[in-house]
């Protein structure tokens, strides 16, 4: 008995000791197991939360540097368009008037005919906007004291870096005349006017040779009755 009680013992003990390791083995593997799925999904957690940081940084950080560029744009840049039209209004608010350097009347005290053409040179400059014209008039009294007024033609003349104002004299029948007002305007309508007289009266006058009524000679004259009687006749 004795001896099969201590069999029996023993093969309890043995298959105790046998199943012991494997017991532990799977007890101690659930909590390995579990702190390693902790361990991952806190690892994932925190991974994913420091991406979300990041972006959001990262949005941020591109944000504030998308907000200067666009006051800059609105604010601080100049706009093309308005330096241009700037640059048009100072243009177009041109107020500077044209310089009449000098004026030359070579005809001035001579007495002309109507073969003759009125010529009166000019002088002038203009640094804005450039000269458009030169405008003068000229008038013209017969014996009567009667007067008429004729607008001079301009043109440049290049050879003598001048404007050229002249007057055809044919067919004016006048006994003198004198240049009554001269002007040089830019091409934003400045003008600039020439003294033409002062207290001695005008400065450039010229006279005109008198015209004669043309005479027709009577070169024959035949009369079929002369000296006859005629009767006067009832038609």
């Known amino acids: 008995?004795?001896?099969?009680?201590?069999?029996?013992?023993?093969?309890?003990?043995?298959?105790?000791?046998?199943?012991?390791?494997?017991?532990?083995?799977?007890?101690?593997?659930?909590?390995?197991?579990?702190?390693?799925?902790?361990?991952?999904?806190?690892?994932?957690?925190?991974?994913?939360?420091?991406?979300t940081a990041d972006s959001k940084e990262t949005s941020q950080t591109e944000s504030v540097k998308e907000t200067p560029q666009?006051?800059?744009?609105?604010?601080?840049t100049e706009d093309p368009a308005n330096t241009t039209q700037a640059d048009g209004e100072d243009e177009q608010y041109d107020v500077t008037k044209p310089v009449i350097e000098k004026v030359e009347f070579p005809q001035n005290g001579k007495t002309l005919t109507q073969e003759d053409t009125l010529?009166?040179?000019?002088?002038?400059?203009?640094?804005?906007?450039?000269?458009?014209?030169?405008e003068a008039y000229v008038y013209f009294q017969d014996e009567?004291?009667?007067?008429?007024?004729?607008s001079m033609d301009s043109s440049y003349d290049e050879e003598r870096d001048c404007y050229v104002l002249t007057c055809p004299l044919k067919g004016i029948r006048a006994v003198s005349g004198y240049v009554g007002s001269l002007s040089v305007v830019d091409n934003r309508d400045n003008y600039a006017s020439w003294t033409v007289s002062d207290n001695t009266g005008y400065l450039y006058t010229f006279?005109?040779?008198?015209?004669?009524?043309?005479?027709?000679?009577?070169?024959?004259?035949?009369?079929?009755?002369?000296?006859?009687?005629?009767?006067?006749?009832?038609?």
């Open 119 to 134: 010529e009166l040179l000019v002088y002038a400059k203009d640094m804005e906007s450039g000269i458009n014209r030169a």
């Open 70 to 76: 666009a006051e800059t744009g609105s604010a601080g």
């Open 1 to 51: 008995m004795r001896k099969r009680i201590k069999r029996g013992g023993a093969l309890l003990l043995a298959l105790t000791l046998a199943l012991t390791p494997v017991t532990l083995q799977a007890e101690e593997g659930v909590p390995e197991q579990t702190e390693k799925s902790l361990a991952g999904t806190e690892e994932g957690q925190f991974s994913a939360d420091v991406n």
């Open 144 to 150: 009567d004291g009667n007067g008429t007024s004729y």
């Open 207 to 235: 006279d005109l040779a008198r015209e004669e009524d043309p005479v027709i000679p009577v070169q024959n004259l035949k009369l079929d009755r002369n000296q006859a009687t005629v009767k006067a006749e009832i038609r």
